[in-house]
């Protein structure tokens, strides 16, 4: 069994910071691609950020310059630092990840989410 696990969330003043992280545990054999994902009330859920297994990022061009997509492998982690924060990243923050169990089989795994709500 395989479990995401993220923390960090909160409430922030806009222009404020977050530092979101996610802990992969359980029967992994490797990740690959891990990512942010958001959800406002009302709203689809959205991509925030990527990082492929070898560390290349991508970001929704409403975060770029702000978030910075992160992971260390040698603990199954993966990081989304936010900067200048504004009310409207206000959401629930899902992480994600490709991971290959111990029984090889590639499977897309969802963490909990946590909320990050950004005061104006």
């Known amino acids: 069994q395989v479990q995401l696990v993220e923390s960090g969330g909160g409430l922030v003043q806009a222009g404020g910071s977050l530092r979101l992280s996610c802990a992969a545990s359980?029967?992994?054999?490797?990740?690959?691609?891990m990512g942010w994902y958001r959800q406002a009330p009302g709203n689809k859920r959205e991509v925030v950020a990527l990082i492929s297994s070898g560390g290349s990022t991508n970001y929704a061009g409403s975060v770029k310059g702000r978030c910075t997509i992160s992971r260390d492998n040698a603990k199954n982690t993966v990081y989304l630092q936010m900067n200048s924060l504004k009310p409207e990243d206000t959401a629930v923050y899902y992480c994600n990840a490709k991971i290959w169990d111990s029984n090889f089989v590639l499977d897309d795994y969802w963490g909990q989410g946590t909320q990050v709500t950004v005061s104006s």
């Open positions: 359980g029967s992994i054999s490797r990740l690959n691609a």
